[in-house]
């Protein structure tokens, strides 16, 4: 009994960040609570809790005797998990795939290479279990046990480089990866290569070889962007 209300909220949540990110509500597109409530039948507080959460999102805004507008998206908050997440279900994933990964490409060779230096022996151990998971769950398509691993080990790297801004993209790194997988832009098995060159960053920043971290980390990123040049051209 006391889920539902938490369940329609989800529920039109969902829908609306979808429809929203996906253009079928095109920017300047003017909501009304009445009609959106009456579209999902659920009542107008269900419908406007679910417009503060969108405004947090920058995805719309609400203006007195305007309404609630639809905003470009260059507004958007394009760092949230959610807004990737519902991005990356649309039609433009292959082109968002592309700019998160080299976000990627960008931020985590000198994350790496920053954890070489600031990794506590407690975070090198847990990376070193991390790449090995990686390497037992990479034969077999065992994809999903395998990003469990994958996700790990990226929000080791960011969080131990000591930046906070860096570890702050732990969740961002963890939507790319999940969505590659769950909408199939991943090999049914990983890249041999790929998960070796983990493994060997997991040796880099346990022996403090902070180039070589970097060096490692920036070859995998190279090799995340010429797969989605085969699986998301």
Known sequence: MTTRPRGLHTHVLESLGL???????????????????????VSRTVVRE?????????????RRRVGVTVQPAEQ????????????????DRPRQLRSLTVLRSAVEPVAAGLAALRATPAQCAD??????????TSRGRQLEAYLVHDVAFHRIVLNASGNEMFARLGDVVAEV????THHQVMFPDPDPAAVTLHVRVAEAVRARDAAEAERL??????GALQELDVLAP
């Open 177 to 180: 990866l999940t969505g590659r």
């Open 127 to 136: 990376l070193t279990e991390q790449a090995l998971g990686m390497v037992a």
């Open 19 to 41: 429809a929203i990110t996906a253009g079928e509500f095109p920017p300047g597109s003017v909501l009304r609570t009445d009609e959106l409530a009456q579209r999902f039948d």
């Open 50 to 62: 679910v417009i503060r959460v969108l405004e947090s999102m920058y995805l719309v805004e609400s």
């Open 76 to 91: 958007w908050n394009v760092y949230d998990p959610q807004v990737i997440r519902w991005r990356l279900a649309g039609a």
């Open 217 to 222: 980390t920036r070859e995998i990123a190279v």
